[in-house]
């Protein structure tokens, strides 16, 4: 009996020791658990954290990147102007050089003629105009002189009237030429300072660009990014069709397959329906040009828009009517205008890389009631 009981009282005491074995290493796993979980939710606070402050990062990097492609377009813009002027301007010295030497030319044979009737006078002799009216001896000889003597008077007086007004038209044009000539010597000091301009907003684009290429994105972050901007593409394109109205005197593009040119002359890097990321496939073709050359509209429309677009920089859209617009993006500076008419060939744009681009080339989609196609299609 004594030894039953002394057993009950060890198993009692076995069970007891275990019991608080096990609940010791139930907190001991519970609390490790949470500790587990707690650094979870730090490192899944700080990561939230992190892509907050990137974010942030480069939406106002990306803000920094639009005013350095404004600042970038406004001083193109200027050059491009400046440079017409200079055209214009050196045309016109052509010009005034070539009607200077035709006066100078005109000048010398006037002097000669002139020269010629002076000894011609002399040669015939010295008369009195009034012995010869008074002279009555033999009157029809008075009479030929004297209508000799008018006609020389008349064709000299002639001559040296034309003399006059040529050198006034040389006055007049060698003075125009050294207007022209100093307006030209100014217009070339303006462009070296806007060169320098343009040289140094290039170098605070490069600078962004650095900074946001720094704030790297994972595959899936550059998705997101890249649908978000086709997608900010897609909605202003269709308030540009719903804004604009139908002009009957625009045909589109249907009858126009393979007749079109390219909007500028260059090697196509990505085409239509390639790759861009993930699912995300090109809606155009990016054409490798030089900064600087011509953008021209491929047919005759009106500008719906003319401004800068995230992911795509300046751009410039056209309606062709029916249905049909052509885009242009990661210009280097716009050349037109909302609501300008352009005519086929017409240059709307100039070539660049805006929009973070870090070569430069175009952009260029055609679009079908807000679908895109394939610009092979209507190019050639």
């Known amino acids: 009996?004594?030894?039953?009981?002394?057993?009950?009282?060890?198993?009692?005491?076995?069970?007891?020791?275990?019991?608080?074995?096990?609940?010791?290493?139930?907190?001991?796993?519970?609390?490790?658990?949470?500790?587990?979980?707690?650094?979870?939710?730090?490192?899944?606070?700080k990561q939230k954290t992190s892509i907050k402050k990137t974010t942030y990062k480069r939406k106002k990097l990306e803000q920094q990147l639009k005013s350095d492609d404004l600042a970038i377009a406004k001083v193109a813009k200027k050059i491009n102007v400046t440079q017409q002027d200079q055209r214009s301007t050196q045309k016109e010295l052509i010009k005034l050089t070539k009607q200077k030497r035709q006066f100078s030319k005109e000048k010398k044979q006037q002097e000669q003629v002139l020269a010629n009737q002076l000894r011609a006078a002399y040669s015939t002799g010295h008369h009195d105009y009034l012995k010869l009216m008074l002279n009555q001896e033999n009157p029809a000889s008075i009479q030929r002189t004297v209508t000799n003597y008018q006609y020389l008077n008349n064709?000299?007086?002639?001559?040296?009237?034309?003399?006059?007004?040529?050198?006034?038209?040389?006055?007049?044009?060698?003075?125009?030429?050294?207007?022209?000539?100093?307006?030209?010597?100014?217009?070339?000091?303006q462009q070296l300072q806007q060169k320098v301009s343009l040289e140094k907003n290039k170098k605070q684009r490069s600078k962004t660009i650095n900074l946001l290429n720094k704030e790297l994105l994972n595959s899936k972050q550059l998705l997101t990014k890249l649908v978000e901007e086709e997608e900010n593409l897609i909605s202003a394109l269709q308030q540009l069709a719903q804004l604009s109205k139908p002009d009957e005197e625009l045909n589109g593009l249907s009858q126009l397959k393979r007749k079109l040119a390219w909007p500028v002359k260059g090697r196509i890097n990505r085409s239509f329906g390639s790759k861009k990321q993930g699912y995300l496939k090109w809606k155009g073709v990016l054409m490798a040009a030089p900064v600087g050359r011509q953008v021209k509209t491929i047919h005759n429309g009106t500008v719906l828009f003319a401004d800068w677009l995230k992911g795509y920089g300046l751009v410039t859209v056209i309606d062709h009517g029916q249905g049909y617009m052509s885009l242009y993006g990661h210009n280097q500076t716009l050349l037109k205008s909302v609501g300008e008419r352009v005519e086929t060939g017409e240059p709307i744009a100039l070539v660049g890389q805006s929009g973070g681009q870090l070569r430069p080339g175009l952009y260029f989609e055609i679009r079908y009631r807000g679908q895109a196609v394939n610009p092979k299609k209507w190019c050639r």
């Open 1 to 45: 009996m004594l030894q039953r009981l002394l057993f009950n009282v060890m198993l009692c005491g076995f069970l007891c020791i275990t019991s608080t074995s096990s609940a010791a290493q139930e907190s001991e796993t519970q609390k490790e658990t949470n500790t587990k979980l707690d650094d979870v939710k730090s490192a899944i606070s």
């Open 155 to 189: 064709a000299r007086m002639k001559e040296i009237d034309n003399f006059k007004k040529t050198i006034d038209k040389l006055l007049l044009v060698t003075t125009e030429h050294q207007q022209q000539s100093e307006h030209l010597e100014g217009l070339e000091h």
